[in-house]
């Protein structure tokens, strides 16, 4: 694909709705009892992958026109699937709905493209496992495909090596099945959505610090659920209306849940110019519109406890500390080898394709702004839909035409992007 570059974006959009919530809506709805009435649901391929897999465990669920009906069979309602789940490349279905097969009373399967069968699904294997599951990773390779057979669960109290709401998220799913309260703490909190939505539909939750406990066999039912707009989604806009001079954009219900919006903390410390308007509760998430306008920025450091907040929004950072004055060094993000690329390494080559000064490190990489030594470049997607939106966002600021291989793989989670983005292009 031909990326556009441009003199000054204008103009107001409205992202899609939260990919992590979304997932989320299905998979609590299909085992609650009565309708969930999802609004303003992501249509993105990993979202209907979650959909599909709940339909072949005779869920009827609805999807018309961004509205989206779920027909909940109850926490022990599912039904066994006639062949293998296919999560295609959606690494959230894969480890949430894991920890609702691990519980249920028949035996399944699940499997996923090429990617999935490379991403780590040990870190759910080794908790499901203390709690009884019995879950054998078919390649015995610790990843896709994935074979479950019945057996009974047992609640734990789990340390988590790793920050991830999807493992967070995963026992907790399991704990609805367990015989007894089940925990997870983490070393720093992730993403709380699992926390947020699940008591809505009726589960008994506490929360302390980076723990969560759960217990078991709550009596859930289907709730309306209105979806924020994706930050992650915004993410790319925002970067947009920062780099190319002259911008202003206004970027329309977006949700700035605290467990999600580092990418909003770390534009701001580069020295961002983004405002907070109408800001209000939409089904429990915190919602507001933004207003980006074109800014000078300087390289900062980002790590620690803010990584989780920000860490699918980091190969777009990585793209702004190109352009800002001053050296960027991002660390204690080693989680970005395991997404659908290693993003350490295809945001590294794609920024040297264009001239930026980067390199990477064991959980990172360091950057050397220079927005004079930039030029347009022919940009690599991997396949991984995080680095064709980053590197199209480039494309606007940088100097020539630009073009992009596989850039038709951001219909994972946001399949509009390009039209929205070119929207904003002054004519």
Not at 76 to 84: C, I, R, S
Not at 171 to 181: K, N, R
Request: hydrophobic share 40%; glycine share 8%; proline share 5%.
């Amino acid at each position: 694909m031909e990326l556009r570059n441009a003199t000054m974006l204008r103009g107001k959009v409205f992202v899609p709705g939260d990919k992590s919530i979304s997932h989320r809506a299905i998979m609590f709805g299909a085992i609650s009892e009565g309708m969930t009435e999802i609004t303003n649901f992501l249509q993105g391929a990993d979202c209907l992958s979650t959909i599909s897999c709940f339909q072949a465990m005779g869920v009827p669920i609805e999807n018309e026109n961004g509205r989206v009906r779920v027909h909940g069979r109850g926490l022990h309602g599912l039904k066994q699937p006639d062949g293998v789940l296919d999560v295609g490349n959606s690494g959230t279905t894969a480890r949430l709905i894991s920890g609702i097969l691990a519980g249920q009373a028949f035996p399944s399967s699940l499997n996923g493209d090429a990617s999935i069968q490379k991403r780590p699904m040990e870190r759910i294997l080794t908790p499901l496992s203390l709690m009884g599951a019995d879950i054998k990773s078919e390649r015995g390779n610790g990843c896709a495909p994935l074979a479950f057979t019945p057996s009974k669960l047992h609640g734990i109290s789990y340390v988590s090596p790793v920050a991830s709401a999807q493992v967070k998220s995963c026992i907790l799913l399991a704990g609805l099945y367990a015989d007894s309260v089940t925990s997870v703490t983490e070393p720093v909190r992730s993403r709380n959505h699992t926390e947020q939505m699940l008591p809505a539909f009726g589960a008994t939750l506490s929360v302390s610090g980076p723990s969560v406990s759960i217990c078991p066999n709550p009596r859930l039912s289907g709730q309306k659920i209105e979806v924020p707009g994706d930050i992650s989604s915004a993410a790319y806009f925002i970067a947009a209306g920062l780099l190319v001079k002259d911008s202003y954009v206004l970027i329309r219900n977006v949700g700035v849940n605290p467990t999600r919006d580092g990418i909003l903390k770390a534009a701001i410390e580069m020295g961002a110019d983004i405002s907070k308007t109408n800001e209000r509760a939409v089904s429990g998430e915190p919602v507001c519109d933004l207003t980006v306008r074109s800014s000078a920025l300087r390289g900062i450091t980002i790590e620690g406890e803010l990584i989780p907040a920000l860490i699918d929004e980091l190969p777009m950072i990585a793209v702004l500390a190109a352009f800002a004055s001053g050296t960027t060094v991002i660390k204690d993000a080693s989680e970005l080898k395991v997404k659908e690329s290693n993003r350490i390494h295809t945001v590294i080559e794609n920024l040297r394709r264009m001239g930026a000064d980067a390199e990477p490190t064991e959980d990172g990489m360091v950057i050397h702004g220079n927005s004079e030594r930039l030029h347009a470049a022919d940009f690599d997607s991997f396949f991984d839909h995080r680095i064709a939106m980053s590197f199209a966002v480039a494309a606007l600021a940088l100097r020539g035409a630009s073009s992009m291989k596989g850039a038709e793989c951001v219909n994972i989670s946001y399949p509009s992007f390009y039209q929205d983005l070119w929207s904003l292009i002054e004519a």
